[in-house]
């Protein structure tokens, strides 16, 4: 009698299981995992009035770009910005290497 419980709760725990994963409609997609990353840069204009930005990243492709409040500056004219080129105008391709 003892053997017959533990068959039939054991069978009954396994169809719970099953049942719960067929509801739950668990499918196996193979999605691959993309690399997101953020970082803040500061992104200018030509009159020198600068603002920092929160930059969303997902591998080498720029998702949001948001500007951060109160994270703003007007330099004189004659300021120039010491960053090269490449790093002042581009923001996530500088990032993700495969």
Request: some cysteine; proline content about 3%.
């Amino acid at each position: 009698m003892k053997l017959k419980t533990i068959i039939i709760i054991t069978v009954l725990i396994i169809a719970a299981i099953a049942t719960l994963f067929l509801l739950t409609d668990q499918t196996i997609t193979g999605e691959v995992v993309k690399y997101q990353h953020s970082f803040t840069k500061a992104i200018c204009n030509e009159s020198n009035y600068c603002q920092d930005y929160e930059i969303v990243c997902e591998e080498n492709k720029t998702i949001s770009r948001t500007p951060m409040s109160g994270a703003i500056i007007q330099h004189s004219e004659d300021w120039e910005d010491p960053r090269d080129e490449n790093s002042k105008n581009k923001a996530c391709e500088n990032f993700y290497s495969p």
